[in-house]
């Protein structure tokens, strides 16, 4: 397990037990250099049932001494409380596992979607907005958001436990396949805007600084691959350094370049009209020569100044009251619209202070009613229509006052967010039916999937599974195709489609893939496959007709040397056939034949006598109750020298395909035959293992309990615009 942070300050990278220790309680420390393959530097995860993990070091490998295997824990037997360490302990303890990058070679590998879903804890957090009803208002949703979105790394700065600029634990990307949807980007100057969080400029994974570009390009790969999302971004002017005019054009270009990635209206839009776009939010002023020609979004500027002026915990600030007529819908007609914003942003709090402002707020949104509201139009005519209200509850804080920063603020407020009824179901039954109602968009400090999830999975009608077997794959394939020997696993779907790392298999395992049996409609079952190659039949299964195509085969030959003539040449000679199944009855039929300058000739007549000379030798035909299921994909042929009698014994040439040269097997004319390189037993059911994985994962773990609950995120100093 790497440690990039670390890696990235010190060299120092590769988890590693104390002293490569065996010994119960051992700490946890990271270790410098490369992997170097020794057991107290590999861990094992094993996947449970409910999708966490049991991490086991690899001190202990031999079966005897399984009773002696150390897992990683932390100190005081899981305790929640400050201070625990990470050990190897005898006594296990469950993670759940944020899948955040593998080892391809390359600085900056982030994970798939398609690794996210087979690896993670967190199966939904790509896609979780696919199990949402199109026609729910954005409002009507809980969205997981963080604030001050791009500070993971940031110039300059220090640890999270003393920085008070550093406000998230994680990156862009994974914060996407955790399951945020809601992004506060602070733009400062250039034409290609640095992200800055006051007077501190943000860094990517691989060191260089983030830029727009930077954000926009990961947002479009995400939804490239999960076009069912939609995302929401306000944009800000961060420091002093940019001005209105500068933010004003460098967006200008964003939005000319993406011109049909952003949602700009000011009217809040259904899931259905954004999914695969970012709708914009506003908190910077337009001005300059780039305004025009373009929507702009819904217009926040006046943020700040209301939530300064406004004082009460108990209720949130209206910052926005916006009504008119915009296009809706896919006729374009224009409708009237009525967007009201409601925020809770106070920050020159400690994180203690703070749990009274984000509960009021949730409390506020949960229990809000829409109401008919009038909108007029520009000849001073009314119309009345629901107003739509978004509902943001910043629960992040600087704590600076009482001598905190954002993290240590961030581990008062995300323990309070998982054990509120309001984000987990869990209380008495009138705080339950509270858990019914969306509570709008929440943006915290260091979030973690589990924070995440906790929100969003609110969104959902039914009960989701938090197995990959649920998502993976999503259909049935209409048709497959594969080859007679071949496991169905490795079988192609007419649509082009693929399942993931798991596979379809027989749902009567004695049903024969072959030939004869090409075209007709078998019953299939999914198989869900994990990391550590676990299978688990699930409940998608069907009827789909299954084309098989013969088993290509290539003849290689035997005893073509020392053969004389007088002999019984015929009987010497013999074809193994590279690709056969082991247990199938199926042989070459040889056919010998005169040497013509140098290639094959005239067919010898059965019973022909081998006088001194050269001749050929190919295939021209298979026989055998399996012939059928086999095709050849060349004839072989090889030339051979029979020597008079008397002398010593000719010698074999190989011509095309056929090299003349012994073959593997020592069989004659296919009985037993094992063929060149045809490996090992093929299973003629077509049901196979599938894929099992191997990945070397760069991954974050925190306890299923939240012991290890990482902090919040907060932007600046007492003086940084928030």
């Known amino acids: 397990m790497l440690n990039f942070e670390e890696h990235k300050k010190t060299g120092y990278s590769i988890w590693s037990v104390d002293d490569d220790s065996d010994k119960d309680g051992k700490v946890i420390h990271v270790w410098g250099g490369e992997y170097d393959n020794k057991p107290s530097r590999a861990f ?4 449970q049932s409910n999708g966490t993990y049991i991490i086991r070091d690899r001190t202990v490998e031999k079966e005897t001494e399984k009773k002696d295997i150390k897992y990683l824990a932390i100190e005081s037997n899981g305790e929640d409380q400050d201070n625990n360490k990470i050990c190897h302990k005898s006594k296990s303890i469950p993670w759940e596992l944020e899948l955040i990058g593998y080892d391809m070679k390359k600085n900056d590998a982030t994970v798939s979607s398609l690794d996210w879903i087979t690896y993670s804890s967190y199966v939904d957090g790509p896609c979780w907005m696919k199990y949402v009803d199109d026609n ?7 969205i997981p958001g963080t604030h001050d979105s791009g500070t993971c790394s940031v110039d300059n700065d220090t640890e999270p436990q003393s920085s008070q600029v550093k406000c998230q634990q994680d990156y862009i990307p994974t914060q996407l396949l955790e399951g945020i949807r809601y992004f506060d980007i602070r733009l400062g100057k250039g034409d290609d805007p640095g992200i800055d969080h006051g007077d ?3 860094l990517k994974k691989d060191a260089y600084f983030m830029h727009l570009s930077d954000v926009i390009g990961y947002f479009k790969t995400f939804l490239n691959e999960n076009p069912t999302e939609a995302l929401i971004m306000l944009v800000s002017r961060g420091n002093d350094e940019a001005t209105d005019e500068s933010v004003t054009t460098a967006f200008a270009k964003v939005l000319d370049d993406n011109p049909k990635l952003f949602y700009t209206s000011s009217r809040i839009p259904t899931l259905h009209e954004v999914r695969g776009k ?11 020569n780039s305004v025009s020609g373009h929507t702009w979004g819904l217009d926040l500027t006046e943020w700040d100044d209301k939530i300064k002026a ?4 108990a209720t949130m600030c209206l910052v926005q009251d916006a009504r008119g007529f915009e296009a809706a819908g896919e006729t374009g007609d224009k409708e009237p619209y009525c967007t009201k914003v409601y925020a809770q942003d106070k920050y020159k709090l400690t994180g203690t202070d703070k749990l009274s402002w984000v509960d009021n707020a949730l409390k506020e949104t949960t229990g809000r009613t829409r109401n008919e ?5 520009d000849n001073g005519a009314k119309e009345q229509v629901l107003e739509r209200c978004w509902s943001i509850n910043y629960t992040s804080c600087t704590g600076l006052s009482h001598g905190g ?11 309070h967010l998982y054990k509120s009824p309001y984000i987990n179901p869990s209380g008495t039954e009138d705080t339950k039916s509270d858990y019914l109602k969306h509570i709008g968009i929440i943006a915290s400090d260091f979030v973690d999937a589990a924070l995440a999830r906790s929100i969003y999975q609110r969104n959902y009608d039914t009960e989701h599974k938090q197995t990959a077997s649920y998502y993976l794959p999503y259909y049935l394939p209409t048709r497959m195709r594969m080859t007679y020997g071949d496991s169905l696993s490795d079988a192609s779907f007419q649509d082009g489609k693929t399942v993931g790392e798991g596979h379809f298999r027989l749902a009567d395992s004695s049903n024969a893939l072959n030939a004869t049996a090409s075209g007709h409609a078998f019953a299939i079952e999914y198989v869900d496959v994990d990391a550590l190659g676990n299978e688990t039949v699930t409940g998608l299964q069907g009827s789909v007709p299954i084309d098989i195509d013969p088993r290509a085969l290539t003849p290689h030959f035997e005893g073509l040397e020392g053969l004389k003539a007088g002999e019984d040449v015929r009987a010497k000679i013999a074809a193994s056939l590279e690709g056969k199944l082991e247990t199938d009855a199926c042989t070459a039929q040889l056919e010998f034949v005169h040497d013509a300058n140098g290639a094959p000739g005239t067919a010898m007549a059965e019973g022909e006598t081998f006088a001194a000379g050269t001749y050929w030798v190919r295939v021209n035909g298979l026989l055998g109750d399996a012939a059928q299921n086999y095709t050849l994909a060349s004839d072989g042929a090889a030339s051979f020298t029979v020597a008079a009698s008397g002398s010593a014994g000719g010698t074999g040439a190989g011509n095309g395909s056929g090299t003349g040269s012994n073959a593997d097997s020592a069989d004659k004319n296919g009985k037993g035959n094992k063929g060149k390189g045809s490996g090992g037993k093929l299973a003629n059911t077509g049901d196979g293992s599938g894929i099992a994985a191997g990945l070397t994962a760069a991954a974050m773990a925190t306890t299923v309990a939240g012991a290890a609950m990482l902090a919040s995120d907060r932007d600046n100093t007492e003086d940084v615009n928030e």
Do not use: C, M, Q, W
């Open 136 to 142: 729910k208002f954005l409002d009507e949703l809980s």
């Open 373 to 377: 509201v009038d909108v007029e139009d």
């Open 200 to 202: 501190y400029y943000l």
């Open 44 to 47: 094992a995860f094993e996947r």
């Open 310 to 313: 406004h004082s009460d915990s």
């Open 278 to 288: 970012i709708v914009l939010l506003r908190r910077f002023r337009l001005a300059g």
């Open 405 to 415: 920063n954002p993290f240590t603020s961030a581990r008062v407020v995300n323990e």
